[in-house]
T-cell receptor
């Protein structure tokens, strides 16, 4: 079985400050890790994914994520937050199963 | 716009009625997935298709739920005898390749409200 935990329901940061949204995972075999963002009443937009290779993955809109195998984590980061980054962020894992398993989401609020 | 499209965007129905949702994937994508998302939760996988073949349906929530993709293009998700607990956002996604690592691209969803 595969699972994802997002330990923080909410994260608040000031505009211009760095942000981190945390994710830990559990999966058998090689993990395939994804971050998606969801705006109100919208579907999910793909941000980035880790398949193999460099532990630091760069994605859309200046976001990046760091894969840490020993800590089974895949935290989402951005060096300088924007108010427009405020949204709901989901971490997901795909392993031997074809479907994605999502975390419960983290609401990011960037304060002006 | 060549993304995943879903219709209708909103559906309000009375308990006991049947509803059907449609998903049109990105045109060259051969994998199509259905998920359900309830308030405050992440999407929950329901079923998926490789072309017209439904390869996983054990996660459908009950026998009231069924999905088809008859020609390997668009797909429909039907819920029979709807219950208030079926109220949720139903999301469709598609991907090009067949591996677990392939990116799934999501549509805007159909929000179902069962009165």
């Amino acid at each position: 079985a595969q699972s994802v935990a997002q330990p923080e329901d909410q994260v608040k940061v000031a505009e211009g400050n760095p942000l981190t949204v945390k994710c830990t995972y559990s999966v058998s075999g090689n993990p395939y890790l994804f971050w998606y963002v969801q705006y109100p009443n919208r579907g999910l937009q793909f941000l980035l994914k880790y398949i193999t290779g460099d532990n630091l993955v760069k994605g859309s809109y200046g976001f990046e994520a760091e894969f840490n195998k020993s800590q089974t984590s895949f935290h989402l980061k951005k060096p300088s937050a924007l108010v427009s980054d405020s949204a709901l962020y989901f971490c997901a894992v795909g392993g031997s199963a074809r479907q994605l398993t999502f975390g419960s989401g983290t609401q990011l609020t960037v304060l002006p | 716009d060549t993304g995943v499209s879903q219709n209708p965007r909103h559906k309000i129905t009375k308990r006991g009625q049947n509803v059907t949702f449609r998903c049109d994937p990105i045109s060259e994508h051969n994998r199509l997935y259905w998920y359900r998302q309830t308030l405050g939760q992440g999407p929950e996988f329901l079923t998926y298709f490789q072309n017209e073949a439904q390869l996983e349906k054990s996660r459908l929530l009950s026998d009231r739920f069924s999905a088809e993709r008859p020609k390997g293009s668009f797909s429909t998700l039907e819920i029979q005898r709807t219950e208030q607990g079926d109220s949720a956002m139903y999301l469709c996604a598609s991907s090009f390749l067949a591996g677990a690592q392939d990116t799934q691209y999501f549509g805007p969803g159909t929000r179902l409200t069962v009165l």
